[in-house]
């Protein structure tokens, strides 16, 4: 939540669900703030989290533009990733972005255990840029959802990406190994 306040750059922010209504009403505050933000989700994960979908018009209300994984692809956008680009940091893990995957209903009872990575290690934040930007240019495997009016562009410099990252599904760690 801090890091979302304290950004007046650029918020990049893509996942599978969203359910946590704190996270969405900091990001909706920056947007109004005049901060730009772009979104991409997977509305497949509709079905079994509404409150994605109530969560995700909020978005569109506000008038954040919006892409998604097109419905035809079968894999889903599983991405859990907010880029912070003032701040220089990236956010990504496991965790959605659930009432109880940051934060314990009781700490050390009951609670989520989700590996969560942030990082300003400019190497690895400039490779979540460049794929950030290619998921939000291309035309292939994704498409407009809402709130896109202007020509889809490139925010950031394309930057070689760190080895030690993969970005599935465009890249089979599998494979890689």
Known sequence: VNLIKNENVGLDVAFWFMEDARLSAEIIKRWQAGVPVRVIIDQRAF???PVDEQIVQTFVNAGIPIRQR??????????????????NTVEFSGANYSPTSFVPVQAYVNYEDEA?????????????KTIMDDMWTTTSGY???ANINAPLA????????????????????????
Do not use: C
Request: glycine share 4%; net charge neutral.
């Open 116 to 128: 969560i990575y942030y990082t300003n290690d400019p190497a690895i934040v400039n490779s979540f």
């Open 143 to 145: 498409g407009n959802y």
């Open 47 to 49: 079905a079994t989290h």
């Open 70 to 87: 097109n419905l035809a692809n079968k894999d889903i956008l599983h991405w859990k990733m907010m880029l912070f680009a003032g701040q």
């Open 154 to 177: 490139r925010v950031y410099p394309t930057y070689p990406q760190d080895p030690e990252l993969n970005f599935p599904p465009a890249q089979n760690y599998a494979t890689r190994a």
